[in-house]
């Protein structure tokens, strides 16, 4: 979805072909009622815009502009525009024909092309003001119109979407006129787990702004990613491909990554660099990178005729970093000083959207681990490590296991056997386990290809998308098989979604 901030509240989103336009602002009538000193011109000006549908978000000049949105719709005459009661009744005032304004109420949907939006409140001093949840390729976006923070803001935003947390926030920062200031806007962007926030409501006017910069330090300081627009200049959001849910159950999405932006998010995974009290040599902090199209590269990578590949975790094992001497003596106490980790759930649907490796000599998994496996004999206390897929040679094969009880004399495991991909016109697949009291099921692409009735691990547990070069299991040489390959090549991630079923 390409989305242009056209500045204030003013944005254009485009997806197949089909132009939404919020709040277009493109007069100076602003400047001239109220004597405001107007920092930049129109990025577009009525000709330009093109809308195939405009949503006023309510009755104010810089939201509805009452120049510039008739010149809008003398450039486009079958427009329809959509709002609360207030648009309508100023159509009205304005002489506009207010037949082809599509009144809304709080909380309705209304389709538009490609986008589907959700009313929201708003407040501010139009009583009738909305905000907006607008759903396209897969995406959920927050537009916040102008709007006072309220304890209730959050709260109404998450029951519209369902409890679905928005992919990006678009929040007025200007902090004057009844509108949320800086913090209170990243404060809403952290309540309502936003993954991105932008800044709207400033740069036009010198009377009336806020710094951007600002915003995005205080997102960061609250955990959420954050950018400013460049005016004018069409941002790529990046689609989401839909998640395939089994249909005997309802779904509630809690934790994901869409792998947007241009850097890994460290405040969700960590690198795997140990195994088993060791250093392994294989593992690397290097070679996680997304590709600015929402998909994460695993790359393999040669140095001096050595391999290296990245092991993402959200959590850890307790007994892979060996420990410190215990205090003077001779005796050593085996675990390292324990991590926070990022995420740990437990029961649930989990999946991930990947390409497989096409080169030899290295391997690929999705998984879910228990920090404390084999710490007993009860692996409903002590955890299952729980395979969802992995990929061992690039035969399209993949498979499911479980192991339980440690990896030493008291390991247990079940094993689906090989399971063949079908193929697919990206190459792309989608692995998903759905985790309960009753037990394990597997799917691929939306189909059931094992189950597993126990035992089932009744403990919180990491997320893991790994990737690892093969040899150096048995010693610090890679196989040779590896020589073969030719790079570059990677494990390629589109997302990692867990939800929760809704009971």
Partial sequence: MKTTWLLQGSVLFESDGYRLLVDPYISDCVEQAQHLTRLAPPPLDAEALKPSAIYCTHDHMDHLDPVGLPEILRHNPDVRVAGPASVRNKFDTLGLDTSRVDVVEI?????????????????????????????????????????????????????????????????CINGQLHNMNVAEAAQTARLINATWAAPMHYGLFAENTASPEAFIASCEEAGVRAFAFETGVAKEFPAHVPSLLPQDK???????????????????????????????????????????????????????????????????????RPGEAYGPHKFRWPVARITKPKFMHKYGYYECRCKLQEQPGWWSAFWLQSPTIGSTLDPARSGIEVDIMENFERNGIVYHNNHWDGYGDDHQSAASGPRKLKDTPDGFHIF?????????????????????????????????????????????????????????????????RVFDELK
Avoid at 442 to 463: K, Q
């Fill in 107 to 171: 909380g309705s949907r209304h389709a538009y092309g490609p986008f589907t939006l959700t009313i929201v409140k708003a407040f501010h001093t139009d009583p009738k003001s909305t905000g907006l949840l607008i759903e396209a390729e897969g995406l959920l976006i927050y537009l916040s119109g102008d709007t006072e923070f309220t304890d209730d803001l959050p709260r109404l935003i998450l029951e519209a979407s369902g409890g679905r947390a928005p992919d990006y926030a678009l929040i």
């Fill in 432 to 496: 998903g386990l759905d985790w309960s009291k009753e037990g394990y099921v597997f799917y691929i692409d939306g189909e059931e290809s094992w189950r597993v009735d126990g035992p089932v691990s009744d403990c919180e547990e990491f997320v893991l998308i790994s990737t690892e070069c093969n040899g150096y299991r048995d010693g610090d040489t890679p196989a040779p098989i590896l020589a073969k390959a030719v790079l570059p090549d990677a494990f390629v991630v589109d997302y990692v």
């Fill in 250 to 320: 309802s779904w509630k999405l809690i934790w994901s990554d869409e792998f947007d932006g241009d850097a890994l998010d460290r405040t969700k995974w960590d690198f795997r660099l140990h195994l088993m009290q060791q250093r392994h040599n294989t593992f690397t902090d290097e070679g996680a990178v997304l590709d600015g199209k929402g998909n994460l590269h695993l790359n393999l990578i040669e140095k001096d005729g050595h391999y290296y590949s990245p092991h993402l975790q959200t959590g850890s094992n307790y007994l892979d």
